[in-house]
């Protein structure tokens, strides 16, 4: 089995079409202390190979709490859905060679989602600037966490 950088789920190189068997397999999905993902029963455990993040979140609505203050949620591709917040937040790696952003959830027990371009668009938008000490940085606030989304580049 394999899940595919996009969330595509797949067996013997086809795709899984079957929702609920996908999101059946999530809640057996475990990744161990070296980074392997692995198919968890009581009775069975296999391998399972992950390109990137084994959710992907497609999704995203904002709330407001009691004192008005955003707070975001996050729909996956198995229509799981996870606030951003201290148990489940936001980091956004860049890739040294282009320098492009992997923006991610984290969803449980060191599974995360991948955040789908066109959110991540929304979440930039939706992010103020501030200054620190290493210069201009987008930021995001949700269920009372600050979240980074990255640097802005001045020059």
Known sequence: MRILRD??????????????????????????????????TPVERGRIQVDDAPFVAVAMTEEKDADGNPVLRFRTNLDHWVTADADHPIRVT???????????????????????????????????????????TLVLDSAGQRFTLGHVDNG
């Open 94 to 136: 860049e890739d040294p060679e282009t320098g492009e952003p992997s923006p991610y959830i984290h969803i449980r027990d060191g599974l995360d989602a991948l955040i789908a371009r066109p959110i991540f668009y929304d979440m930039v938008e939706r992010a103020e600037t501030v200054e620190t000490a290493t210069g201009s």
């Open 7 to 40: 969330g595509t789920w797949t067996y013997r190189g086809g795709p899984i079409r079957r929702m609920k068997l996908c999101q059946l397999f999530a809640t057996v999905l475990q990744r161990d202390e070296n980074g392997d993902y692995w198919l968890v």
